[in-house]
């Protein structure tokens, strides 16, 4: 029996594959690989010893995906595919709503004609806009502030229509709050082409020195600091939830919600400063404007996720600023030669 990752290449897809195949899952990966490298999947292998079974397809095309549900044993899987950033997603709506949208559908007919009834899809923590409070509990009201937020809305609408019509499948949404951080080897980790958009992978770049200094976004937001706060998850703990997610949904039916989060907020500078300590390495930055679109402050409620799923965030921020920087380090250009 295997667990399919769609999108099992990229940052989250890798490193939840790594720890899937570190307790005993197989898994197959189907991934367009049109922002991930075949490179990580080539380092799974590595660093598992264990052969992957890859399958370069966009899973937008019904009749290759399946043949993957067709080639293997599949009774789970876990949903990573799609386009994330926020920023494109509203200059180029219909690419979101036509990627996002598009790719579940196609693997939900896919999951019916091979009778797979289990699905975790990675949702976000986007879908609860500019919250009134935090930290945000999953019944918290939901509405988005951009189109790539809206797609995460729309699918978890999709999923959850598709569970009750269906009757005995098991669908769990995930929603994430600030993945970071890096597999204690090394080995895999964020990598994003160009000039990153996220605060992480921007001030990896900068202590690697391809960019020369991080620009705050506003330091005049009603924070300890002034400066944004967000809920920052180690993308093992991330991963590890994915299979907790999965153990949970074998003897479950219907749909449900959880956050992953770890329950606390960190500021921009509380993480630069962090970095900086536990790394020795200076960041040098400026505050520049505030960002449109970002909000001060929010972090997620994690509790329903401990209690049902028994799945806790173990790494701190000290850990996730260590692990981020040695990939970075290891791979100065990520996982280019
Ligand atoms: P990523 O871009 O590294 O991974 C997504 C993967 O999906 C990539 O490998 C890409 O090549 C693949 N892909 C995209 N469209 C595809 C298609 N049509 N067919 C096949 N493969 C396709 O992103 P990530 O950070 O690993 O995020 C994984 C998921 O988690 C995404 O759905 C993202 O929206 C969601 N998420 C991410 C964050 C975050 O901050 N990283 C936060 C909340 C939710
Ligand atoms: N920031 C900077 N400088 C930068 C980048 C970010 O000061 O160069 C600040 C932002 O203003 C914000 C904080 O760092 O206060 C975090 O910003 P990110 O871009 O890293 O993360 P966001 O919270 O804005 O968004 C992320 C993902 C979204 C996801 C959301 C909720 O990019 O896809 O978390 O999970 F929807």
Redesign the pocket.
């Known amino acids: 029996m295997s667990v399919l990752l769609t999108g099992g290449a990229g940052y989250i897809g890798s490193h939840t594959a790594l720890e899937l195949l570190r307790e005993g899952y197989d898994v197959v990966i189907a991934d367009s690989l049109i922002n991930s490298s075949y490179e990580a999947v080539k380092r799974l292998e590595i660093l598992t010893g264990k052969d992957i079974k890859f399958y370069q397809i966009d899973i937008r095309d019904g009749e290759k995906l399946d043949k993957v549900f067709e080639e293997n044993d599949i009774d789970s899987v876990v949903h990573f595919a799609g386009l994330?950033?926020?920023g494109e997603s509203s200059v180029k709506p219909l690419l979101y709503y036509e990627t996002n949208i598009d790719a579940t559908i196609s693997l939900c007919y896919a999951m019916e004609k091979h009778n797979v009834k289990r699905i975790v899809f990675s949702s976000?923590?986007?879908v609860y806009g500019v919250p009134d409070f935090s930290p945000i509990p999953e019944d918290a009201r939901r509405y988005c502030s951009n189109p790539?937020?809206w797609t995460?809305y729309m699918i978890e609408q999709i999923l959850r229509d598709e569970a009750t019509a269906r009757g005995d499948w098991s669908v769990i949404l995930l929603?994430?709050?600030?993945?970071?951080g890096a597999d204690a080897s090394g080995m895999i980790g964020e990598d994003q082409s160009g000039i990153?958009?996220?605060?992480?992978?921007?001030?990896t770049k900068v202590a690697v020195g391809t960019l020369p200094y991080?620009?705050?976004?506003?330091n005049d937001?009603n924070t300890v600091d002034g400066?944004?706060?967000?809920d920052y998850i180690h993308v093992s703990d991330l991963a590890r939830g994915h299979i907790a997610a999965l153990e949970y949904g074998k003897d479950f039916v219907g749909s449900e919600a959880f956050n992953l989060g770890t329950g606390k907020g960190t500021?921009?500078l509380q993480?630069v400063n962090a970095f900086m300590k536990v790394n020795n390495i200076d960041i040098p930055y400026k505050i520049?404007e505030?960002?449109p679109g970002?909000?001060?402050e929010?972090y997620g409620d994690p509790s329903k996720a401990n209690k049902v799923l028994n799945w806790y965030a173990k790494h701190d921020i000290e850990d996730m600023c260590r692990d981020s920087w040695n990939f970075q380090k290891n791979n100065p250009n990520g996982y280019k030669e």
């Open positions: 994330k950033a926020v976000s923590a986007t790539y937020g995460k929603r994430y709050f600030n993945p970071i990153p958009n996220n605060l992480m992978p921007y001030i991080l620009r705050v976004f506003g937001y400066t944004g706060v967000r500021s921009v993480l520049v505030r960002r970002d909000i001060d929010y």
